[in-house]
């Protein structure tokens, strides 16, 4: 039985102010981030960014379960009704 992690995070919503002032939204300015050389954010800001990237994925549907292929059939069906 996988055990639950606590996660503490220090300072709620400092990335998404950054990502505000700087024009862009949150997962563009992690992506931005990351990708910058080192040095050019500061470490607090990389580990922000990090866990910003890593804690997206988590409430994905797992691919080939049924809540996946509902959420591609959605999408599919936005696509049709815009297109």
């Known amino acids: 039985m996988a055990r639950k992690m606590k996660i503490v995070i220090k300072h709620p919503g400092a990335l998404t102010r950054k990502a505000k002032a700087a024009g862009m939204s949150p997962r563009a300015f992690a992506?931005?981030?990351m990708s910058a050389k080192k040095g050019t954010y500061s470490a607090q800001t990389r580990r922000q960014a990090n866990f910003a990237k890593v804690a997206a994925t988590w409430?994905?549907?797992?691919a080939g379960s049924a809540k996946?292929?509902?959420a591609g059939r959605k999408a599919a069906a936005t696509r049709r009704r815009r297109g």
């Open 31 to 33: 992506t931005k981030v």
């Open 59 to 62: 409430n994905k549907p797992k």
């Open 68 to 70: 996946a292929k509902a």
